[in-house]
């Protein structure tokens, strides 16, 4: 069974209506350019104070840092993982694990731009990603998870792979991991299970949890 990865709440959307004619919003935006429609903290501080969940929103550098981990890692290239985005808004994409995702973080931001507004990134004869009109739980019942694991801080501590997964690609295993920089999951995403993880004395950046989770996995199976 390949591993399912869930990178929850991301702070993905393109600015919205309430602030775009603020000045910090207007001195970056350009009518032809994906990129910058994108919310962005690192460019639009100023401008979101206002914001509801602002502590969650404007970071696509998290989602990008994140899926470069996710996309490069050995279980992608064997083969072995499904991957998810779920947006702070509730939107869920799929992502074909043969994308290459661009290196460049301009670029990147005008890819999640553009799947933002046309729900779909594809080339002529591949749909690289899809979005997927299920909210979390429903898409988790498709899925047919056997197990469901929350990765937090917050979470009970384990120190081994073993304590976490089966050997042997026996199990279907969906991991969530959170893709924001301050926090902790929404009650929606708690609600989903009961099994939270911490795998660290410490609150781990995203892609550095994702990394270890994904790092895990990979033992557990000997996945190299
Ligand atoms: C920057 S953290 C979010 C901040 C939050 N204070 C925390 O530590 O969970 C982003 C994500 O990384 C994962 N993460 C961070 N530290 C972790 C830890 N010690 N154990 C398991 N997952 C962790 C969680 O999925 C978390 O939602």
Known sequence: MPLTVILAECGLE????????????QKN?????????????ALHH???????????RGRPDIAHLCLLNALGSPLSKSGNLKLFIH??????????TEIKIARNYNRFKGLMAKLLIEDKIKTSDILLIS?????????????RSEEIILFSSKGKLVKNHFEVFDTNLT?????IVG??????????ILSLSKKI?????YPLDAWVALSKVIGYYEISNDII
């Open 131 to 143: 979005r997927i009109k299920k909210n979390l739980s429903e898409l988790l019942k498709s899925i």
């Open 197 to 201: 993880v911490s795998i660290s004395y």
């Open 46 to 56: 100023s401008a979101m104070g206002k914001l509801n969940d602002v502590t969650k």
């Open 29 to 41: 935006i350009k009518k032809e350019s994906y990129p910058s429609k994108l919310l962005d903290n």
């Open 179 to 188: 893709c924001f920089q301050k926090g902790f999951f929404s009650d929606e």
């Open 171 to 175: 199990k279907n295993y969906v991991v």
């Open 87 to 96: 947006t702070l808004n509730n939107k869920i994409y799929e992502i074909n």
């Open 14 to 25: 393109l600015i919205p209506e309430e602030i775009i004619n603020n000045p910090a919003i």
